[in-house]
């Protein structure tokens, strides 16, 4: 057998135990990615593999491009919401919590190790950073669903601390090579490494969903390798400028992944399988480079420094860049304990060997040995610790059907799959009482294994999946709609016009949508509307103002009927000194009508 056939095959065994390990994981109660290094370690020289591999820079080349791949799908996959709830406390942690990190861990690692101080902050920096893919794997398999808050924090600041671990690693093989010194230089480096970085991957970003949606491909296959290649570009273009890599691949995945774009579900779906696939190849070509049988010899060593980095580091740099940011001692207490290491500090320990630095042997066997207690001790005890803290909260329930329109053109419509929980406000409505929004088509319930066709008699129960078709603009007053009871409602946004049907009654609009309206509960806007117009046919684009909404006449029958309504929210009413500003309405202005007496009782 040739050895590239050698090759090729030894590479689909190794991914199939890859993948096969990740089954055995959640059962065993050990982080996957503890697996894939053993996976390595077995299938390695000094394993019953017996596959002899030294080549760091080669390792380092995977490695990259593997942390590359699974950073753009972390952004592809983080919210804007989650980046505005927990930008600033991330940022934070995952700056100045890291240098606090790094510098503590290297001052105990160089009084171990007896290296020098810079050496120690060396391996301090390698280590310094928390692994996005191990902290998330290990909440998953673990069934750990934490507030939307913690969440975030965890998201954010563990997708975004690798730029700034990298800088320190980088930073400290200079000067200890001689080749920058410490001061105004270190800094213009860094300085000029995240504004690089920042800049190439917002401009990528854009850049990317313009290209997406204005080209048109013979395949729906190509839009995600398109995709592909626009991230590989933010990595290269920044790197090339002296910026970070990284950074910029993973804001490029954040602009791309909250932006409306062809084929969407069909490029998330592809690049969260290659997270997946350099996730095994990662840890598995890492697992390769260790010798087993070096780990007891730096044990002792080796626990010593995981200990400090563990009990003493984190915590230190967690309580004192977070404290001002109103987080409770549980919170705090449990993203002290979720420091997780996975692959990127045994990458970045490549980075010495590759260029020769003193002791760089011992620096990546320690290094690889902090990474595996840390993934055996902090990753089997999360979901523990997560509930000993009473951080836990309910998961949502799966849906027990997948709803996917792929399209290779522009469709102004969305797909959304709201999960019923029992303090939902619709759980236990029929249908015909939701008042959905004009253009909000109910397509699906989801009731455990049975689809139900909705009709206006169907009661809505919790732990239902129900499927709904929307045009954009009324997905504000849906999720009202679907909100949970008690839950703070969300402000609809000023001089935005909101679609409703006539039919839609006064009460529903103050129950389902939160919107205070002085008016007969039972009426409906099509009645309220023609009596404040003096009981005459309603003529289109007429308008009525109650407080703090204006309503328009959108649609009327042939019958004089009005079937459809735009409703805008009016700004904060100023104090009598001056004249209030008038809204600008969406379509040609009307004239408002308006009357002092209410709508008389119905027949």
Known sequence: MFAVDKLI??????????????????RLGVPVLVMFLALGMLAGSQGIGGIEFDNYVLAHGIGTLSLAVILFDGGLSTELSSVRAAWKPSLVLATFGVVLTAGITG??????????WLEGMLLGSIVGSTDAAAVFAVLRSGGVNLPKRLTAT?????????????FLTVGCIELLMGRVTFGPELLSMFVIQMA???????????????????????????????????????????????????????????????????FQRGIFLFHDAGAWLGQIVM??????????????????????????????????????????????????????????KGAVPITLATFPL????????????????????????????????????????????????????????????????????????????????????????????????????????TRIEAGDHVILVMRPEARPLVNKIFRRKGAESERLPLSMEFPLRGSTTVKELQELYDIPMEAPADATLDQVLRYRLGGVPAI????????????????????????????VILPQREPPQSEPPQPEPPQPEPQVASAPSPLPPQE
């Open 9 to 26: 095959l030894i590479s689909g065994i190794l991914l199939l135990l890859g993948i096969a390990s990740s089954r055995f994981s959640a």
């Open 107 to 116: 001052a105990a690692a160089a009084w171990i190790l007896d290296l020098s």
């Open 154 to 166: 965890l998201e954010i600041e563990s997708a975004s601390n690798d730029p700034m671990a990298i």
């Open 196 to 262: 690089v970085g920042g800049i190439v991957g917002l401009g990528m970003g854009f850049v990317t969903v313009w290209l997406v949606n204005r080209i048109q491909m013979d395949s729906a296959g190509l839009y995600p390798v398109l995709v592909s290649a626009c991230a590989l570009l933010a990595f290269g273009i920044a790197a090339a400028l002296g910026g970070s890599g990284f950074l910029a691949v993973y804001l490029a995945g954040i602009v791309i992944g909250n932006n409306r774009m062809v």
């Open 283 to 340: 840890f598995v070509v890492l697992g390769l480079l260790s010798f087993p049988r070096k780990l007891p010899e730096i044990a002792g060593n080796g626990l010593l420094i995981a200990a400090v980095l563990t009990l003493v580091a984190r915590p230190v740099s967690v309580w004192v860049t977070m404290i001002f940011f109103r987080y409770n001692w549980r919170e705090l207490t449990f993203l002290s304990w979720v420091g997780l």
């Open 354 to 457: 590759m260029m020769n630095v003193p002791g760089a042997s011992v620096i990546f066997d320690v290094v690889f040995f902090v990474v595996v207690v840390s993934a055996l001790i902090q990753g089997a005890t999360l979901p523990v610790v997560a509930r000993w803290l009473k951080l836990q909260i309910p998961p949502e329930p799966n849906p027990p059907i997948t709803l996917e329109i792929s399209s290779l053109r522009h469709v102004d419509g969305d797909i959304v799959d709201f999960t019923i929980t029992p303090d939902s406000q619709v759980a236990g409505r029929m249908v015909k009482q939701l008042a959905l929004p004009e253009g909000v088509v109910i397509a699906l319930v989801a009731r455990q294994q049975s689809l139900i066709p909705p009709q206006g008699s």
């Open 540 to 567: 289109q684009n007429e308008a009525v103002t109650f407080g703090q909404i204006a309503l328009f006449v959108r649609e009327v029958s042939d019958g004089g009927t009005i079937e459809r309504v735009g409703m």
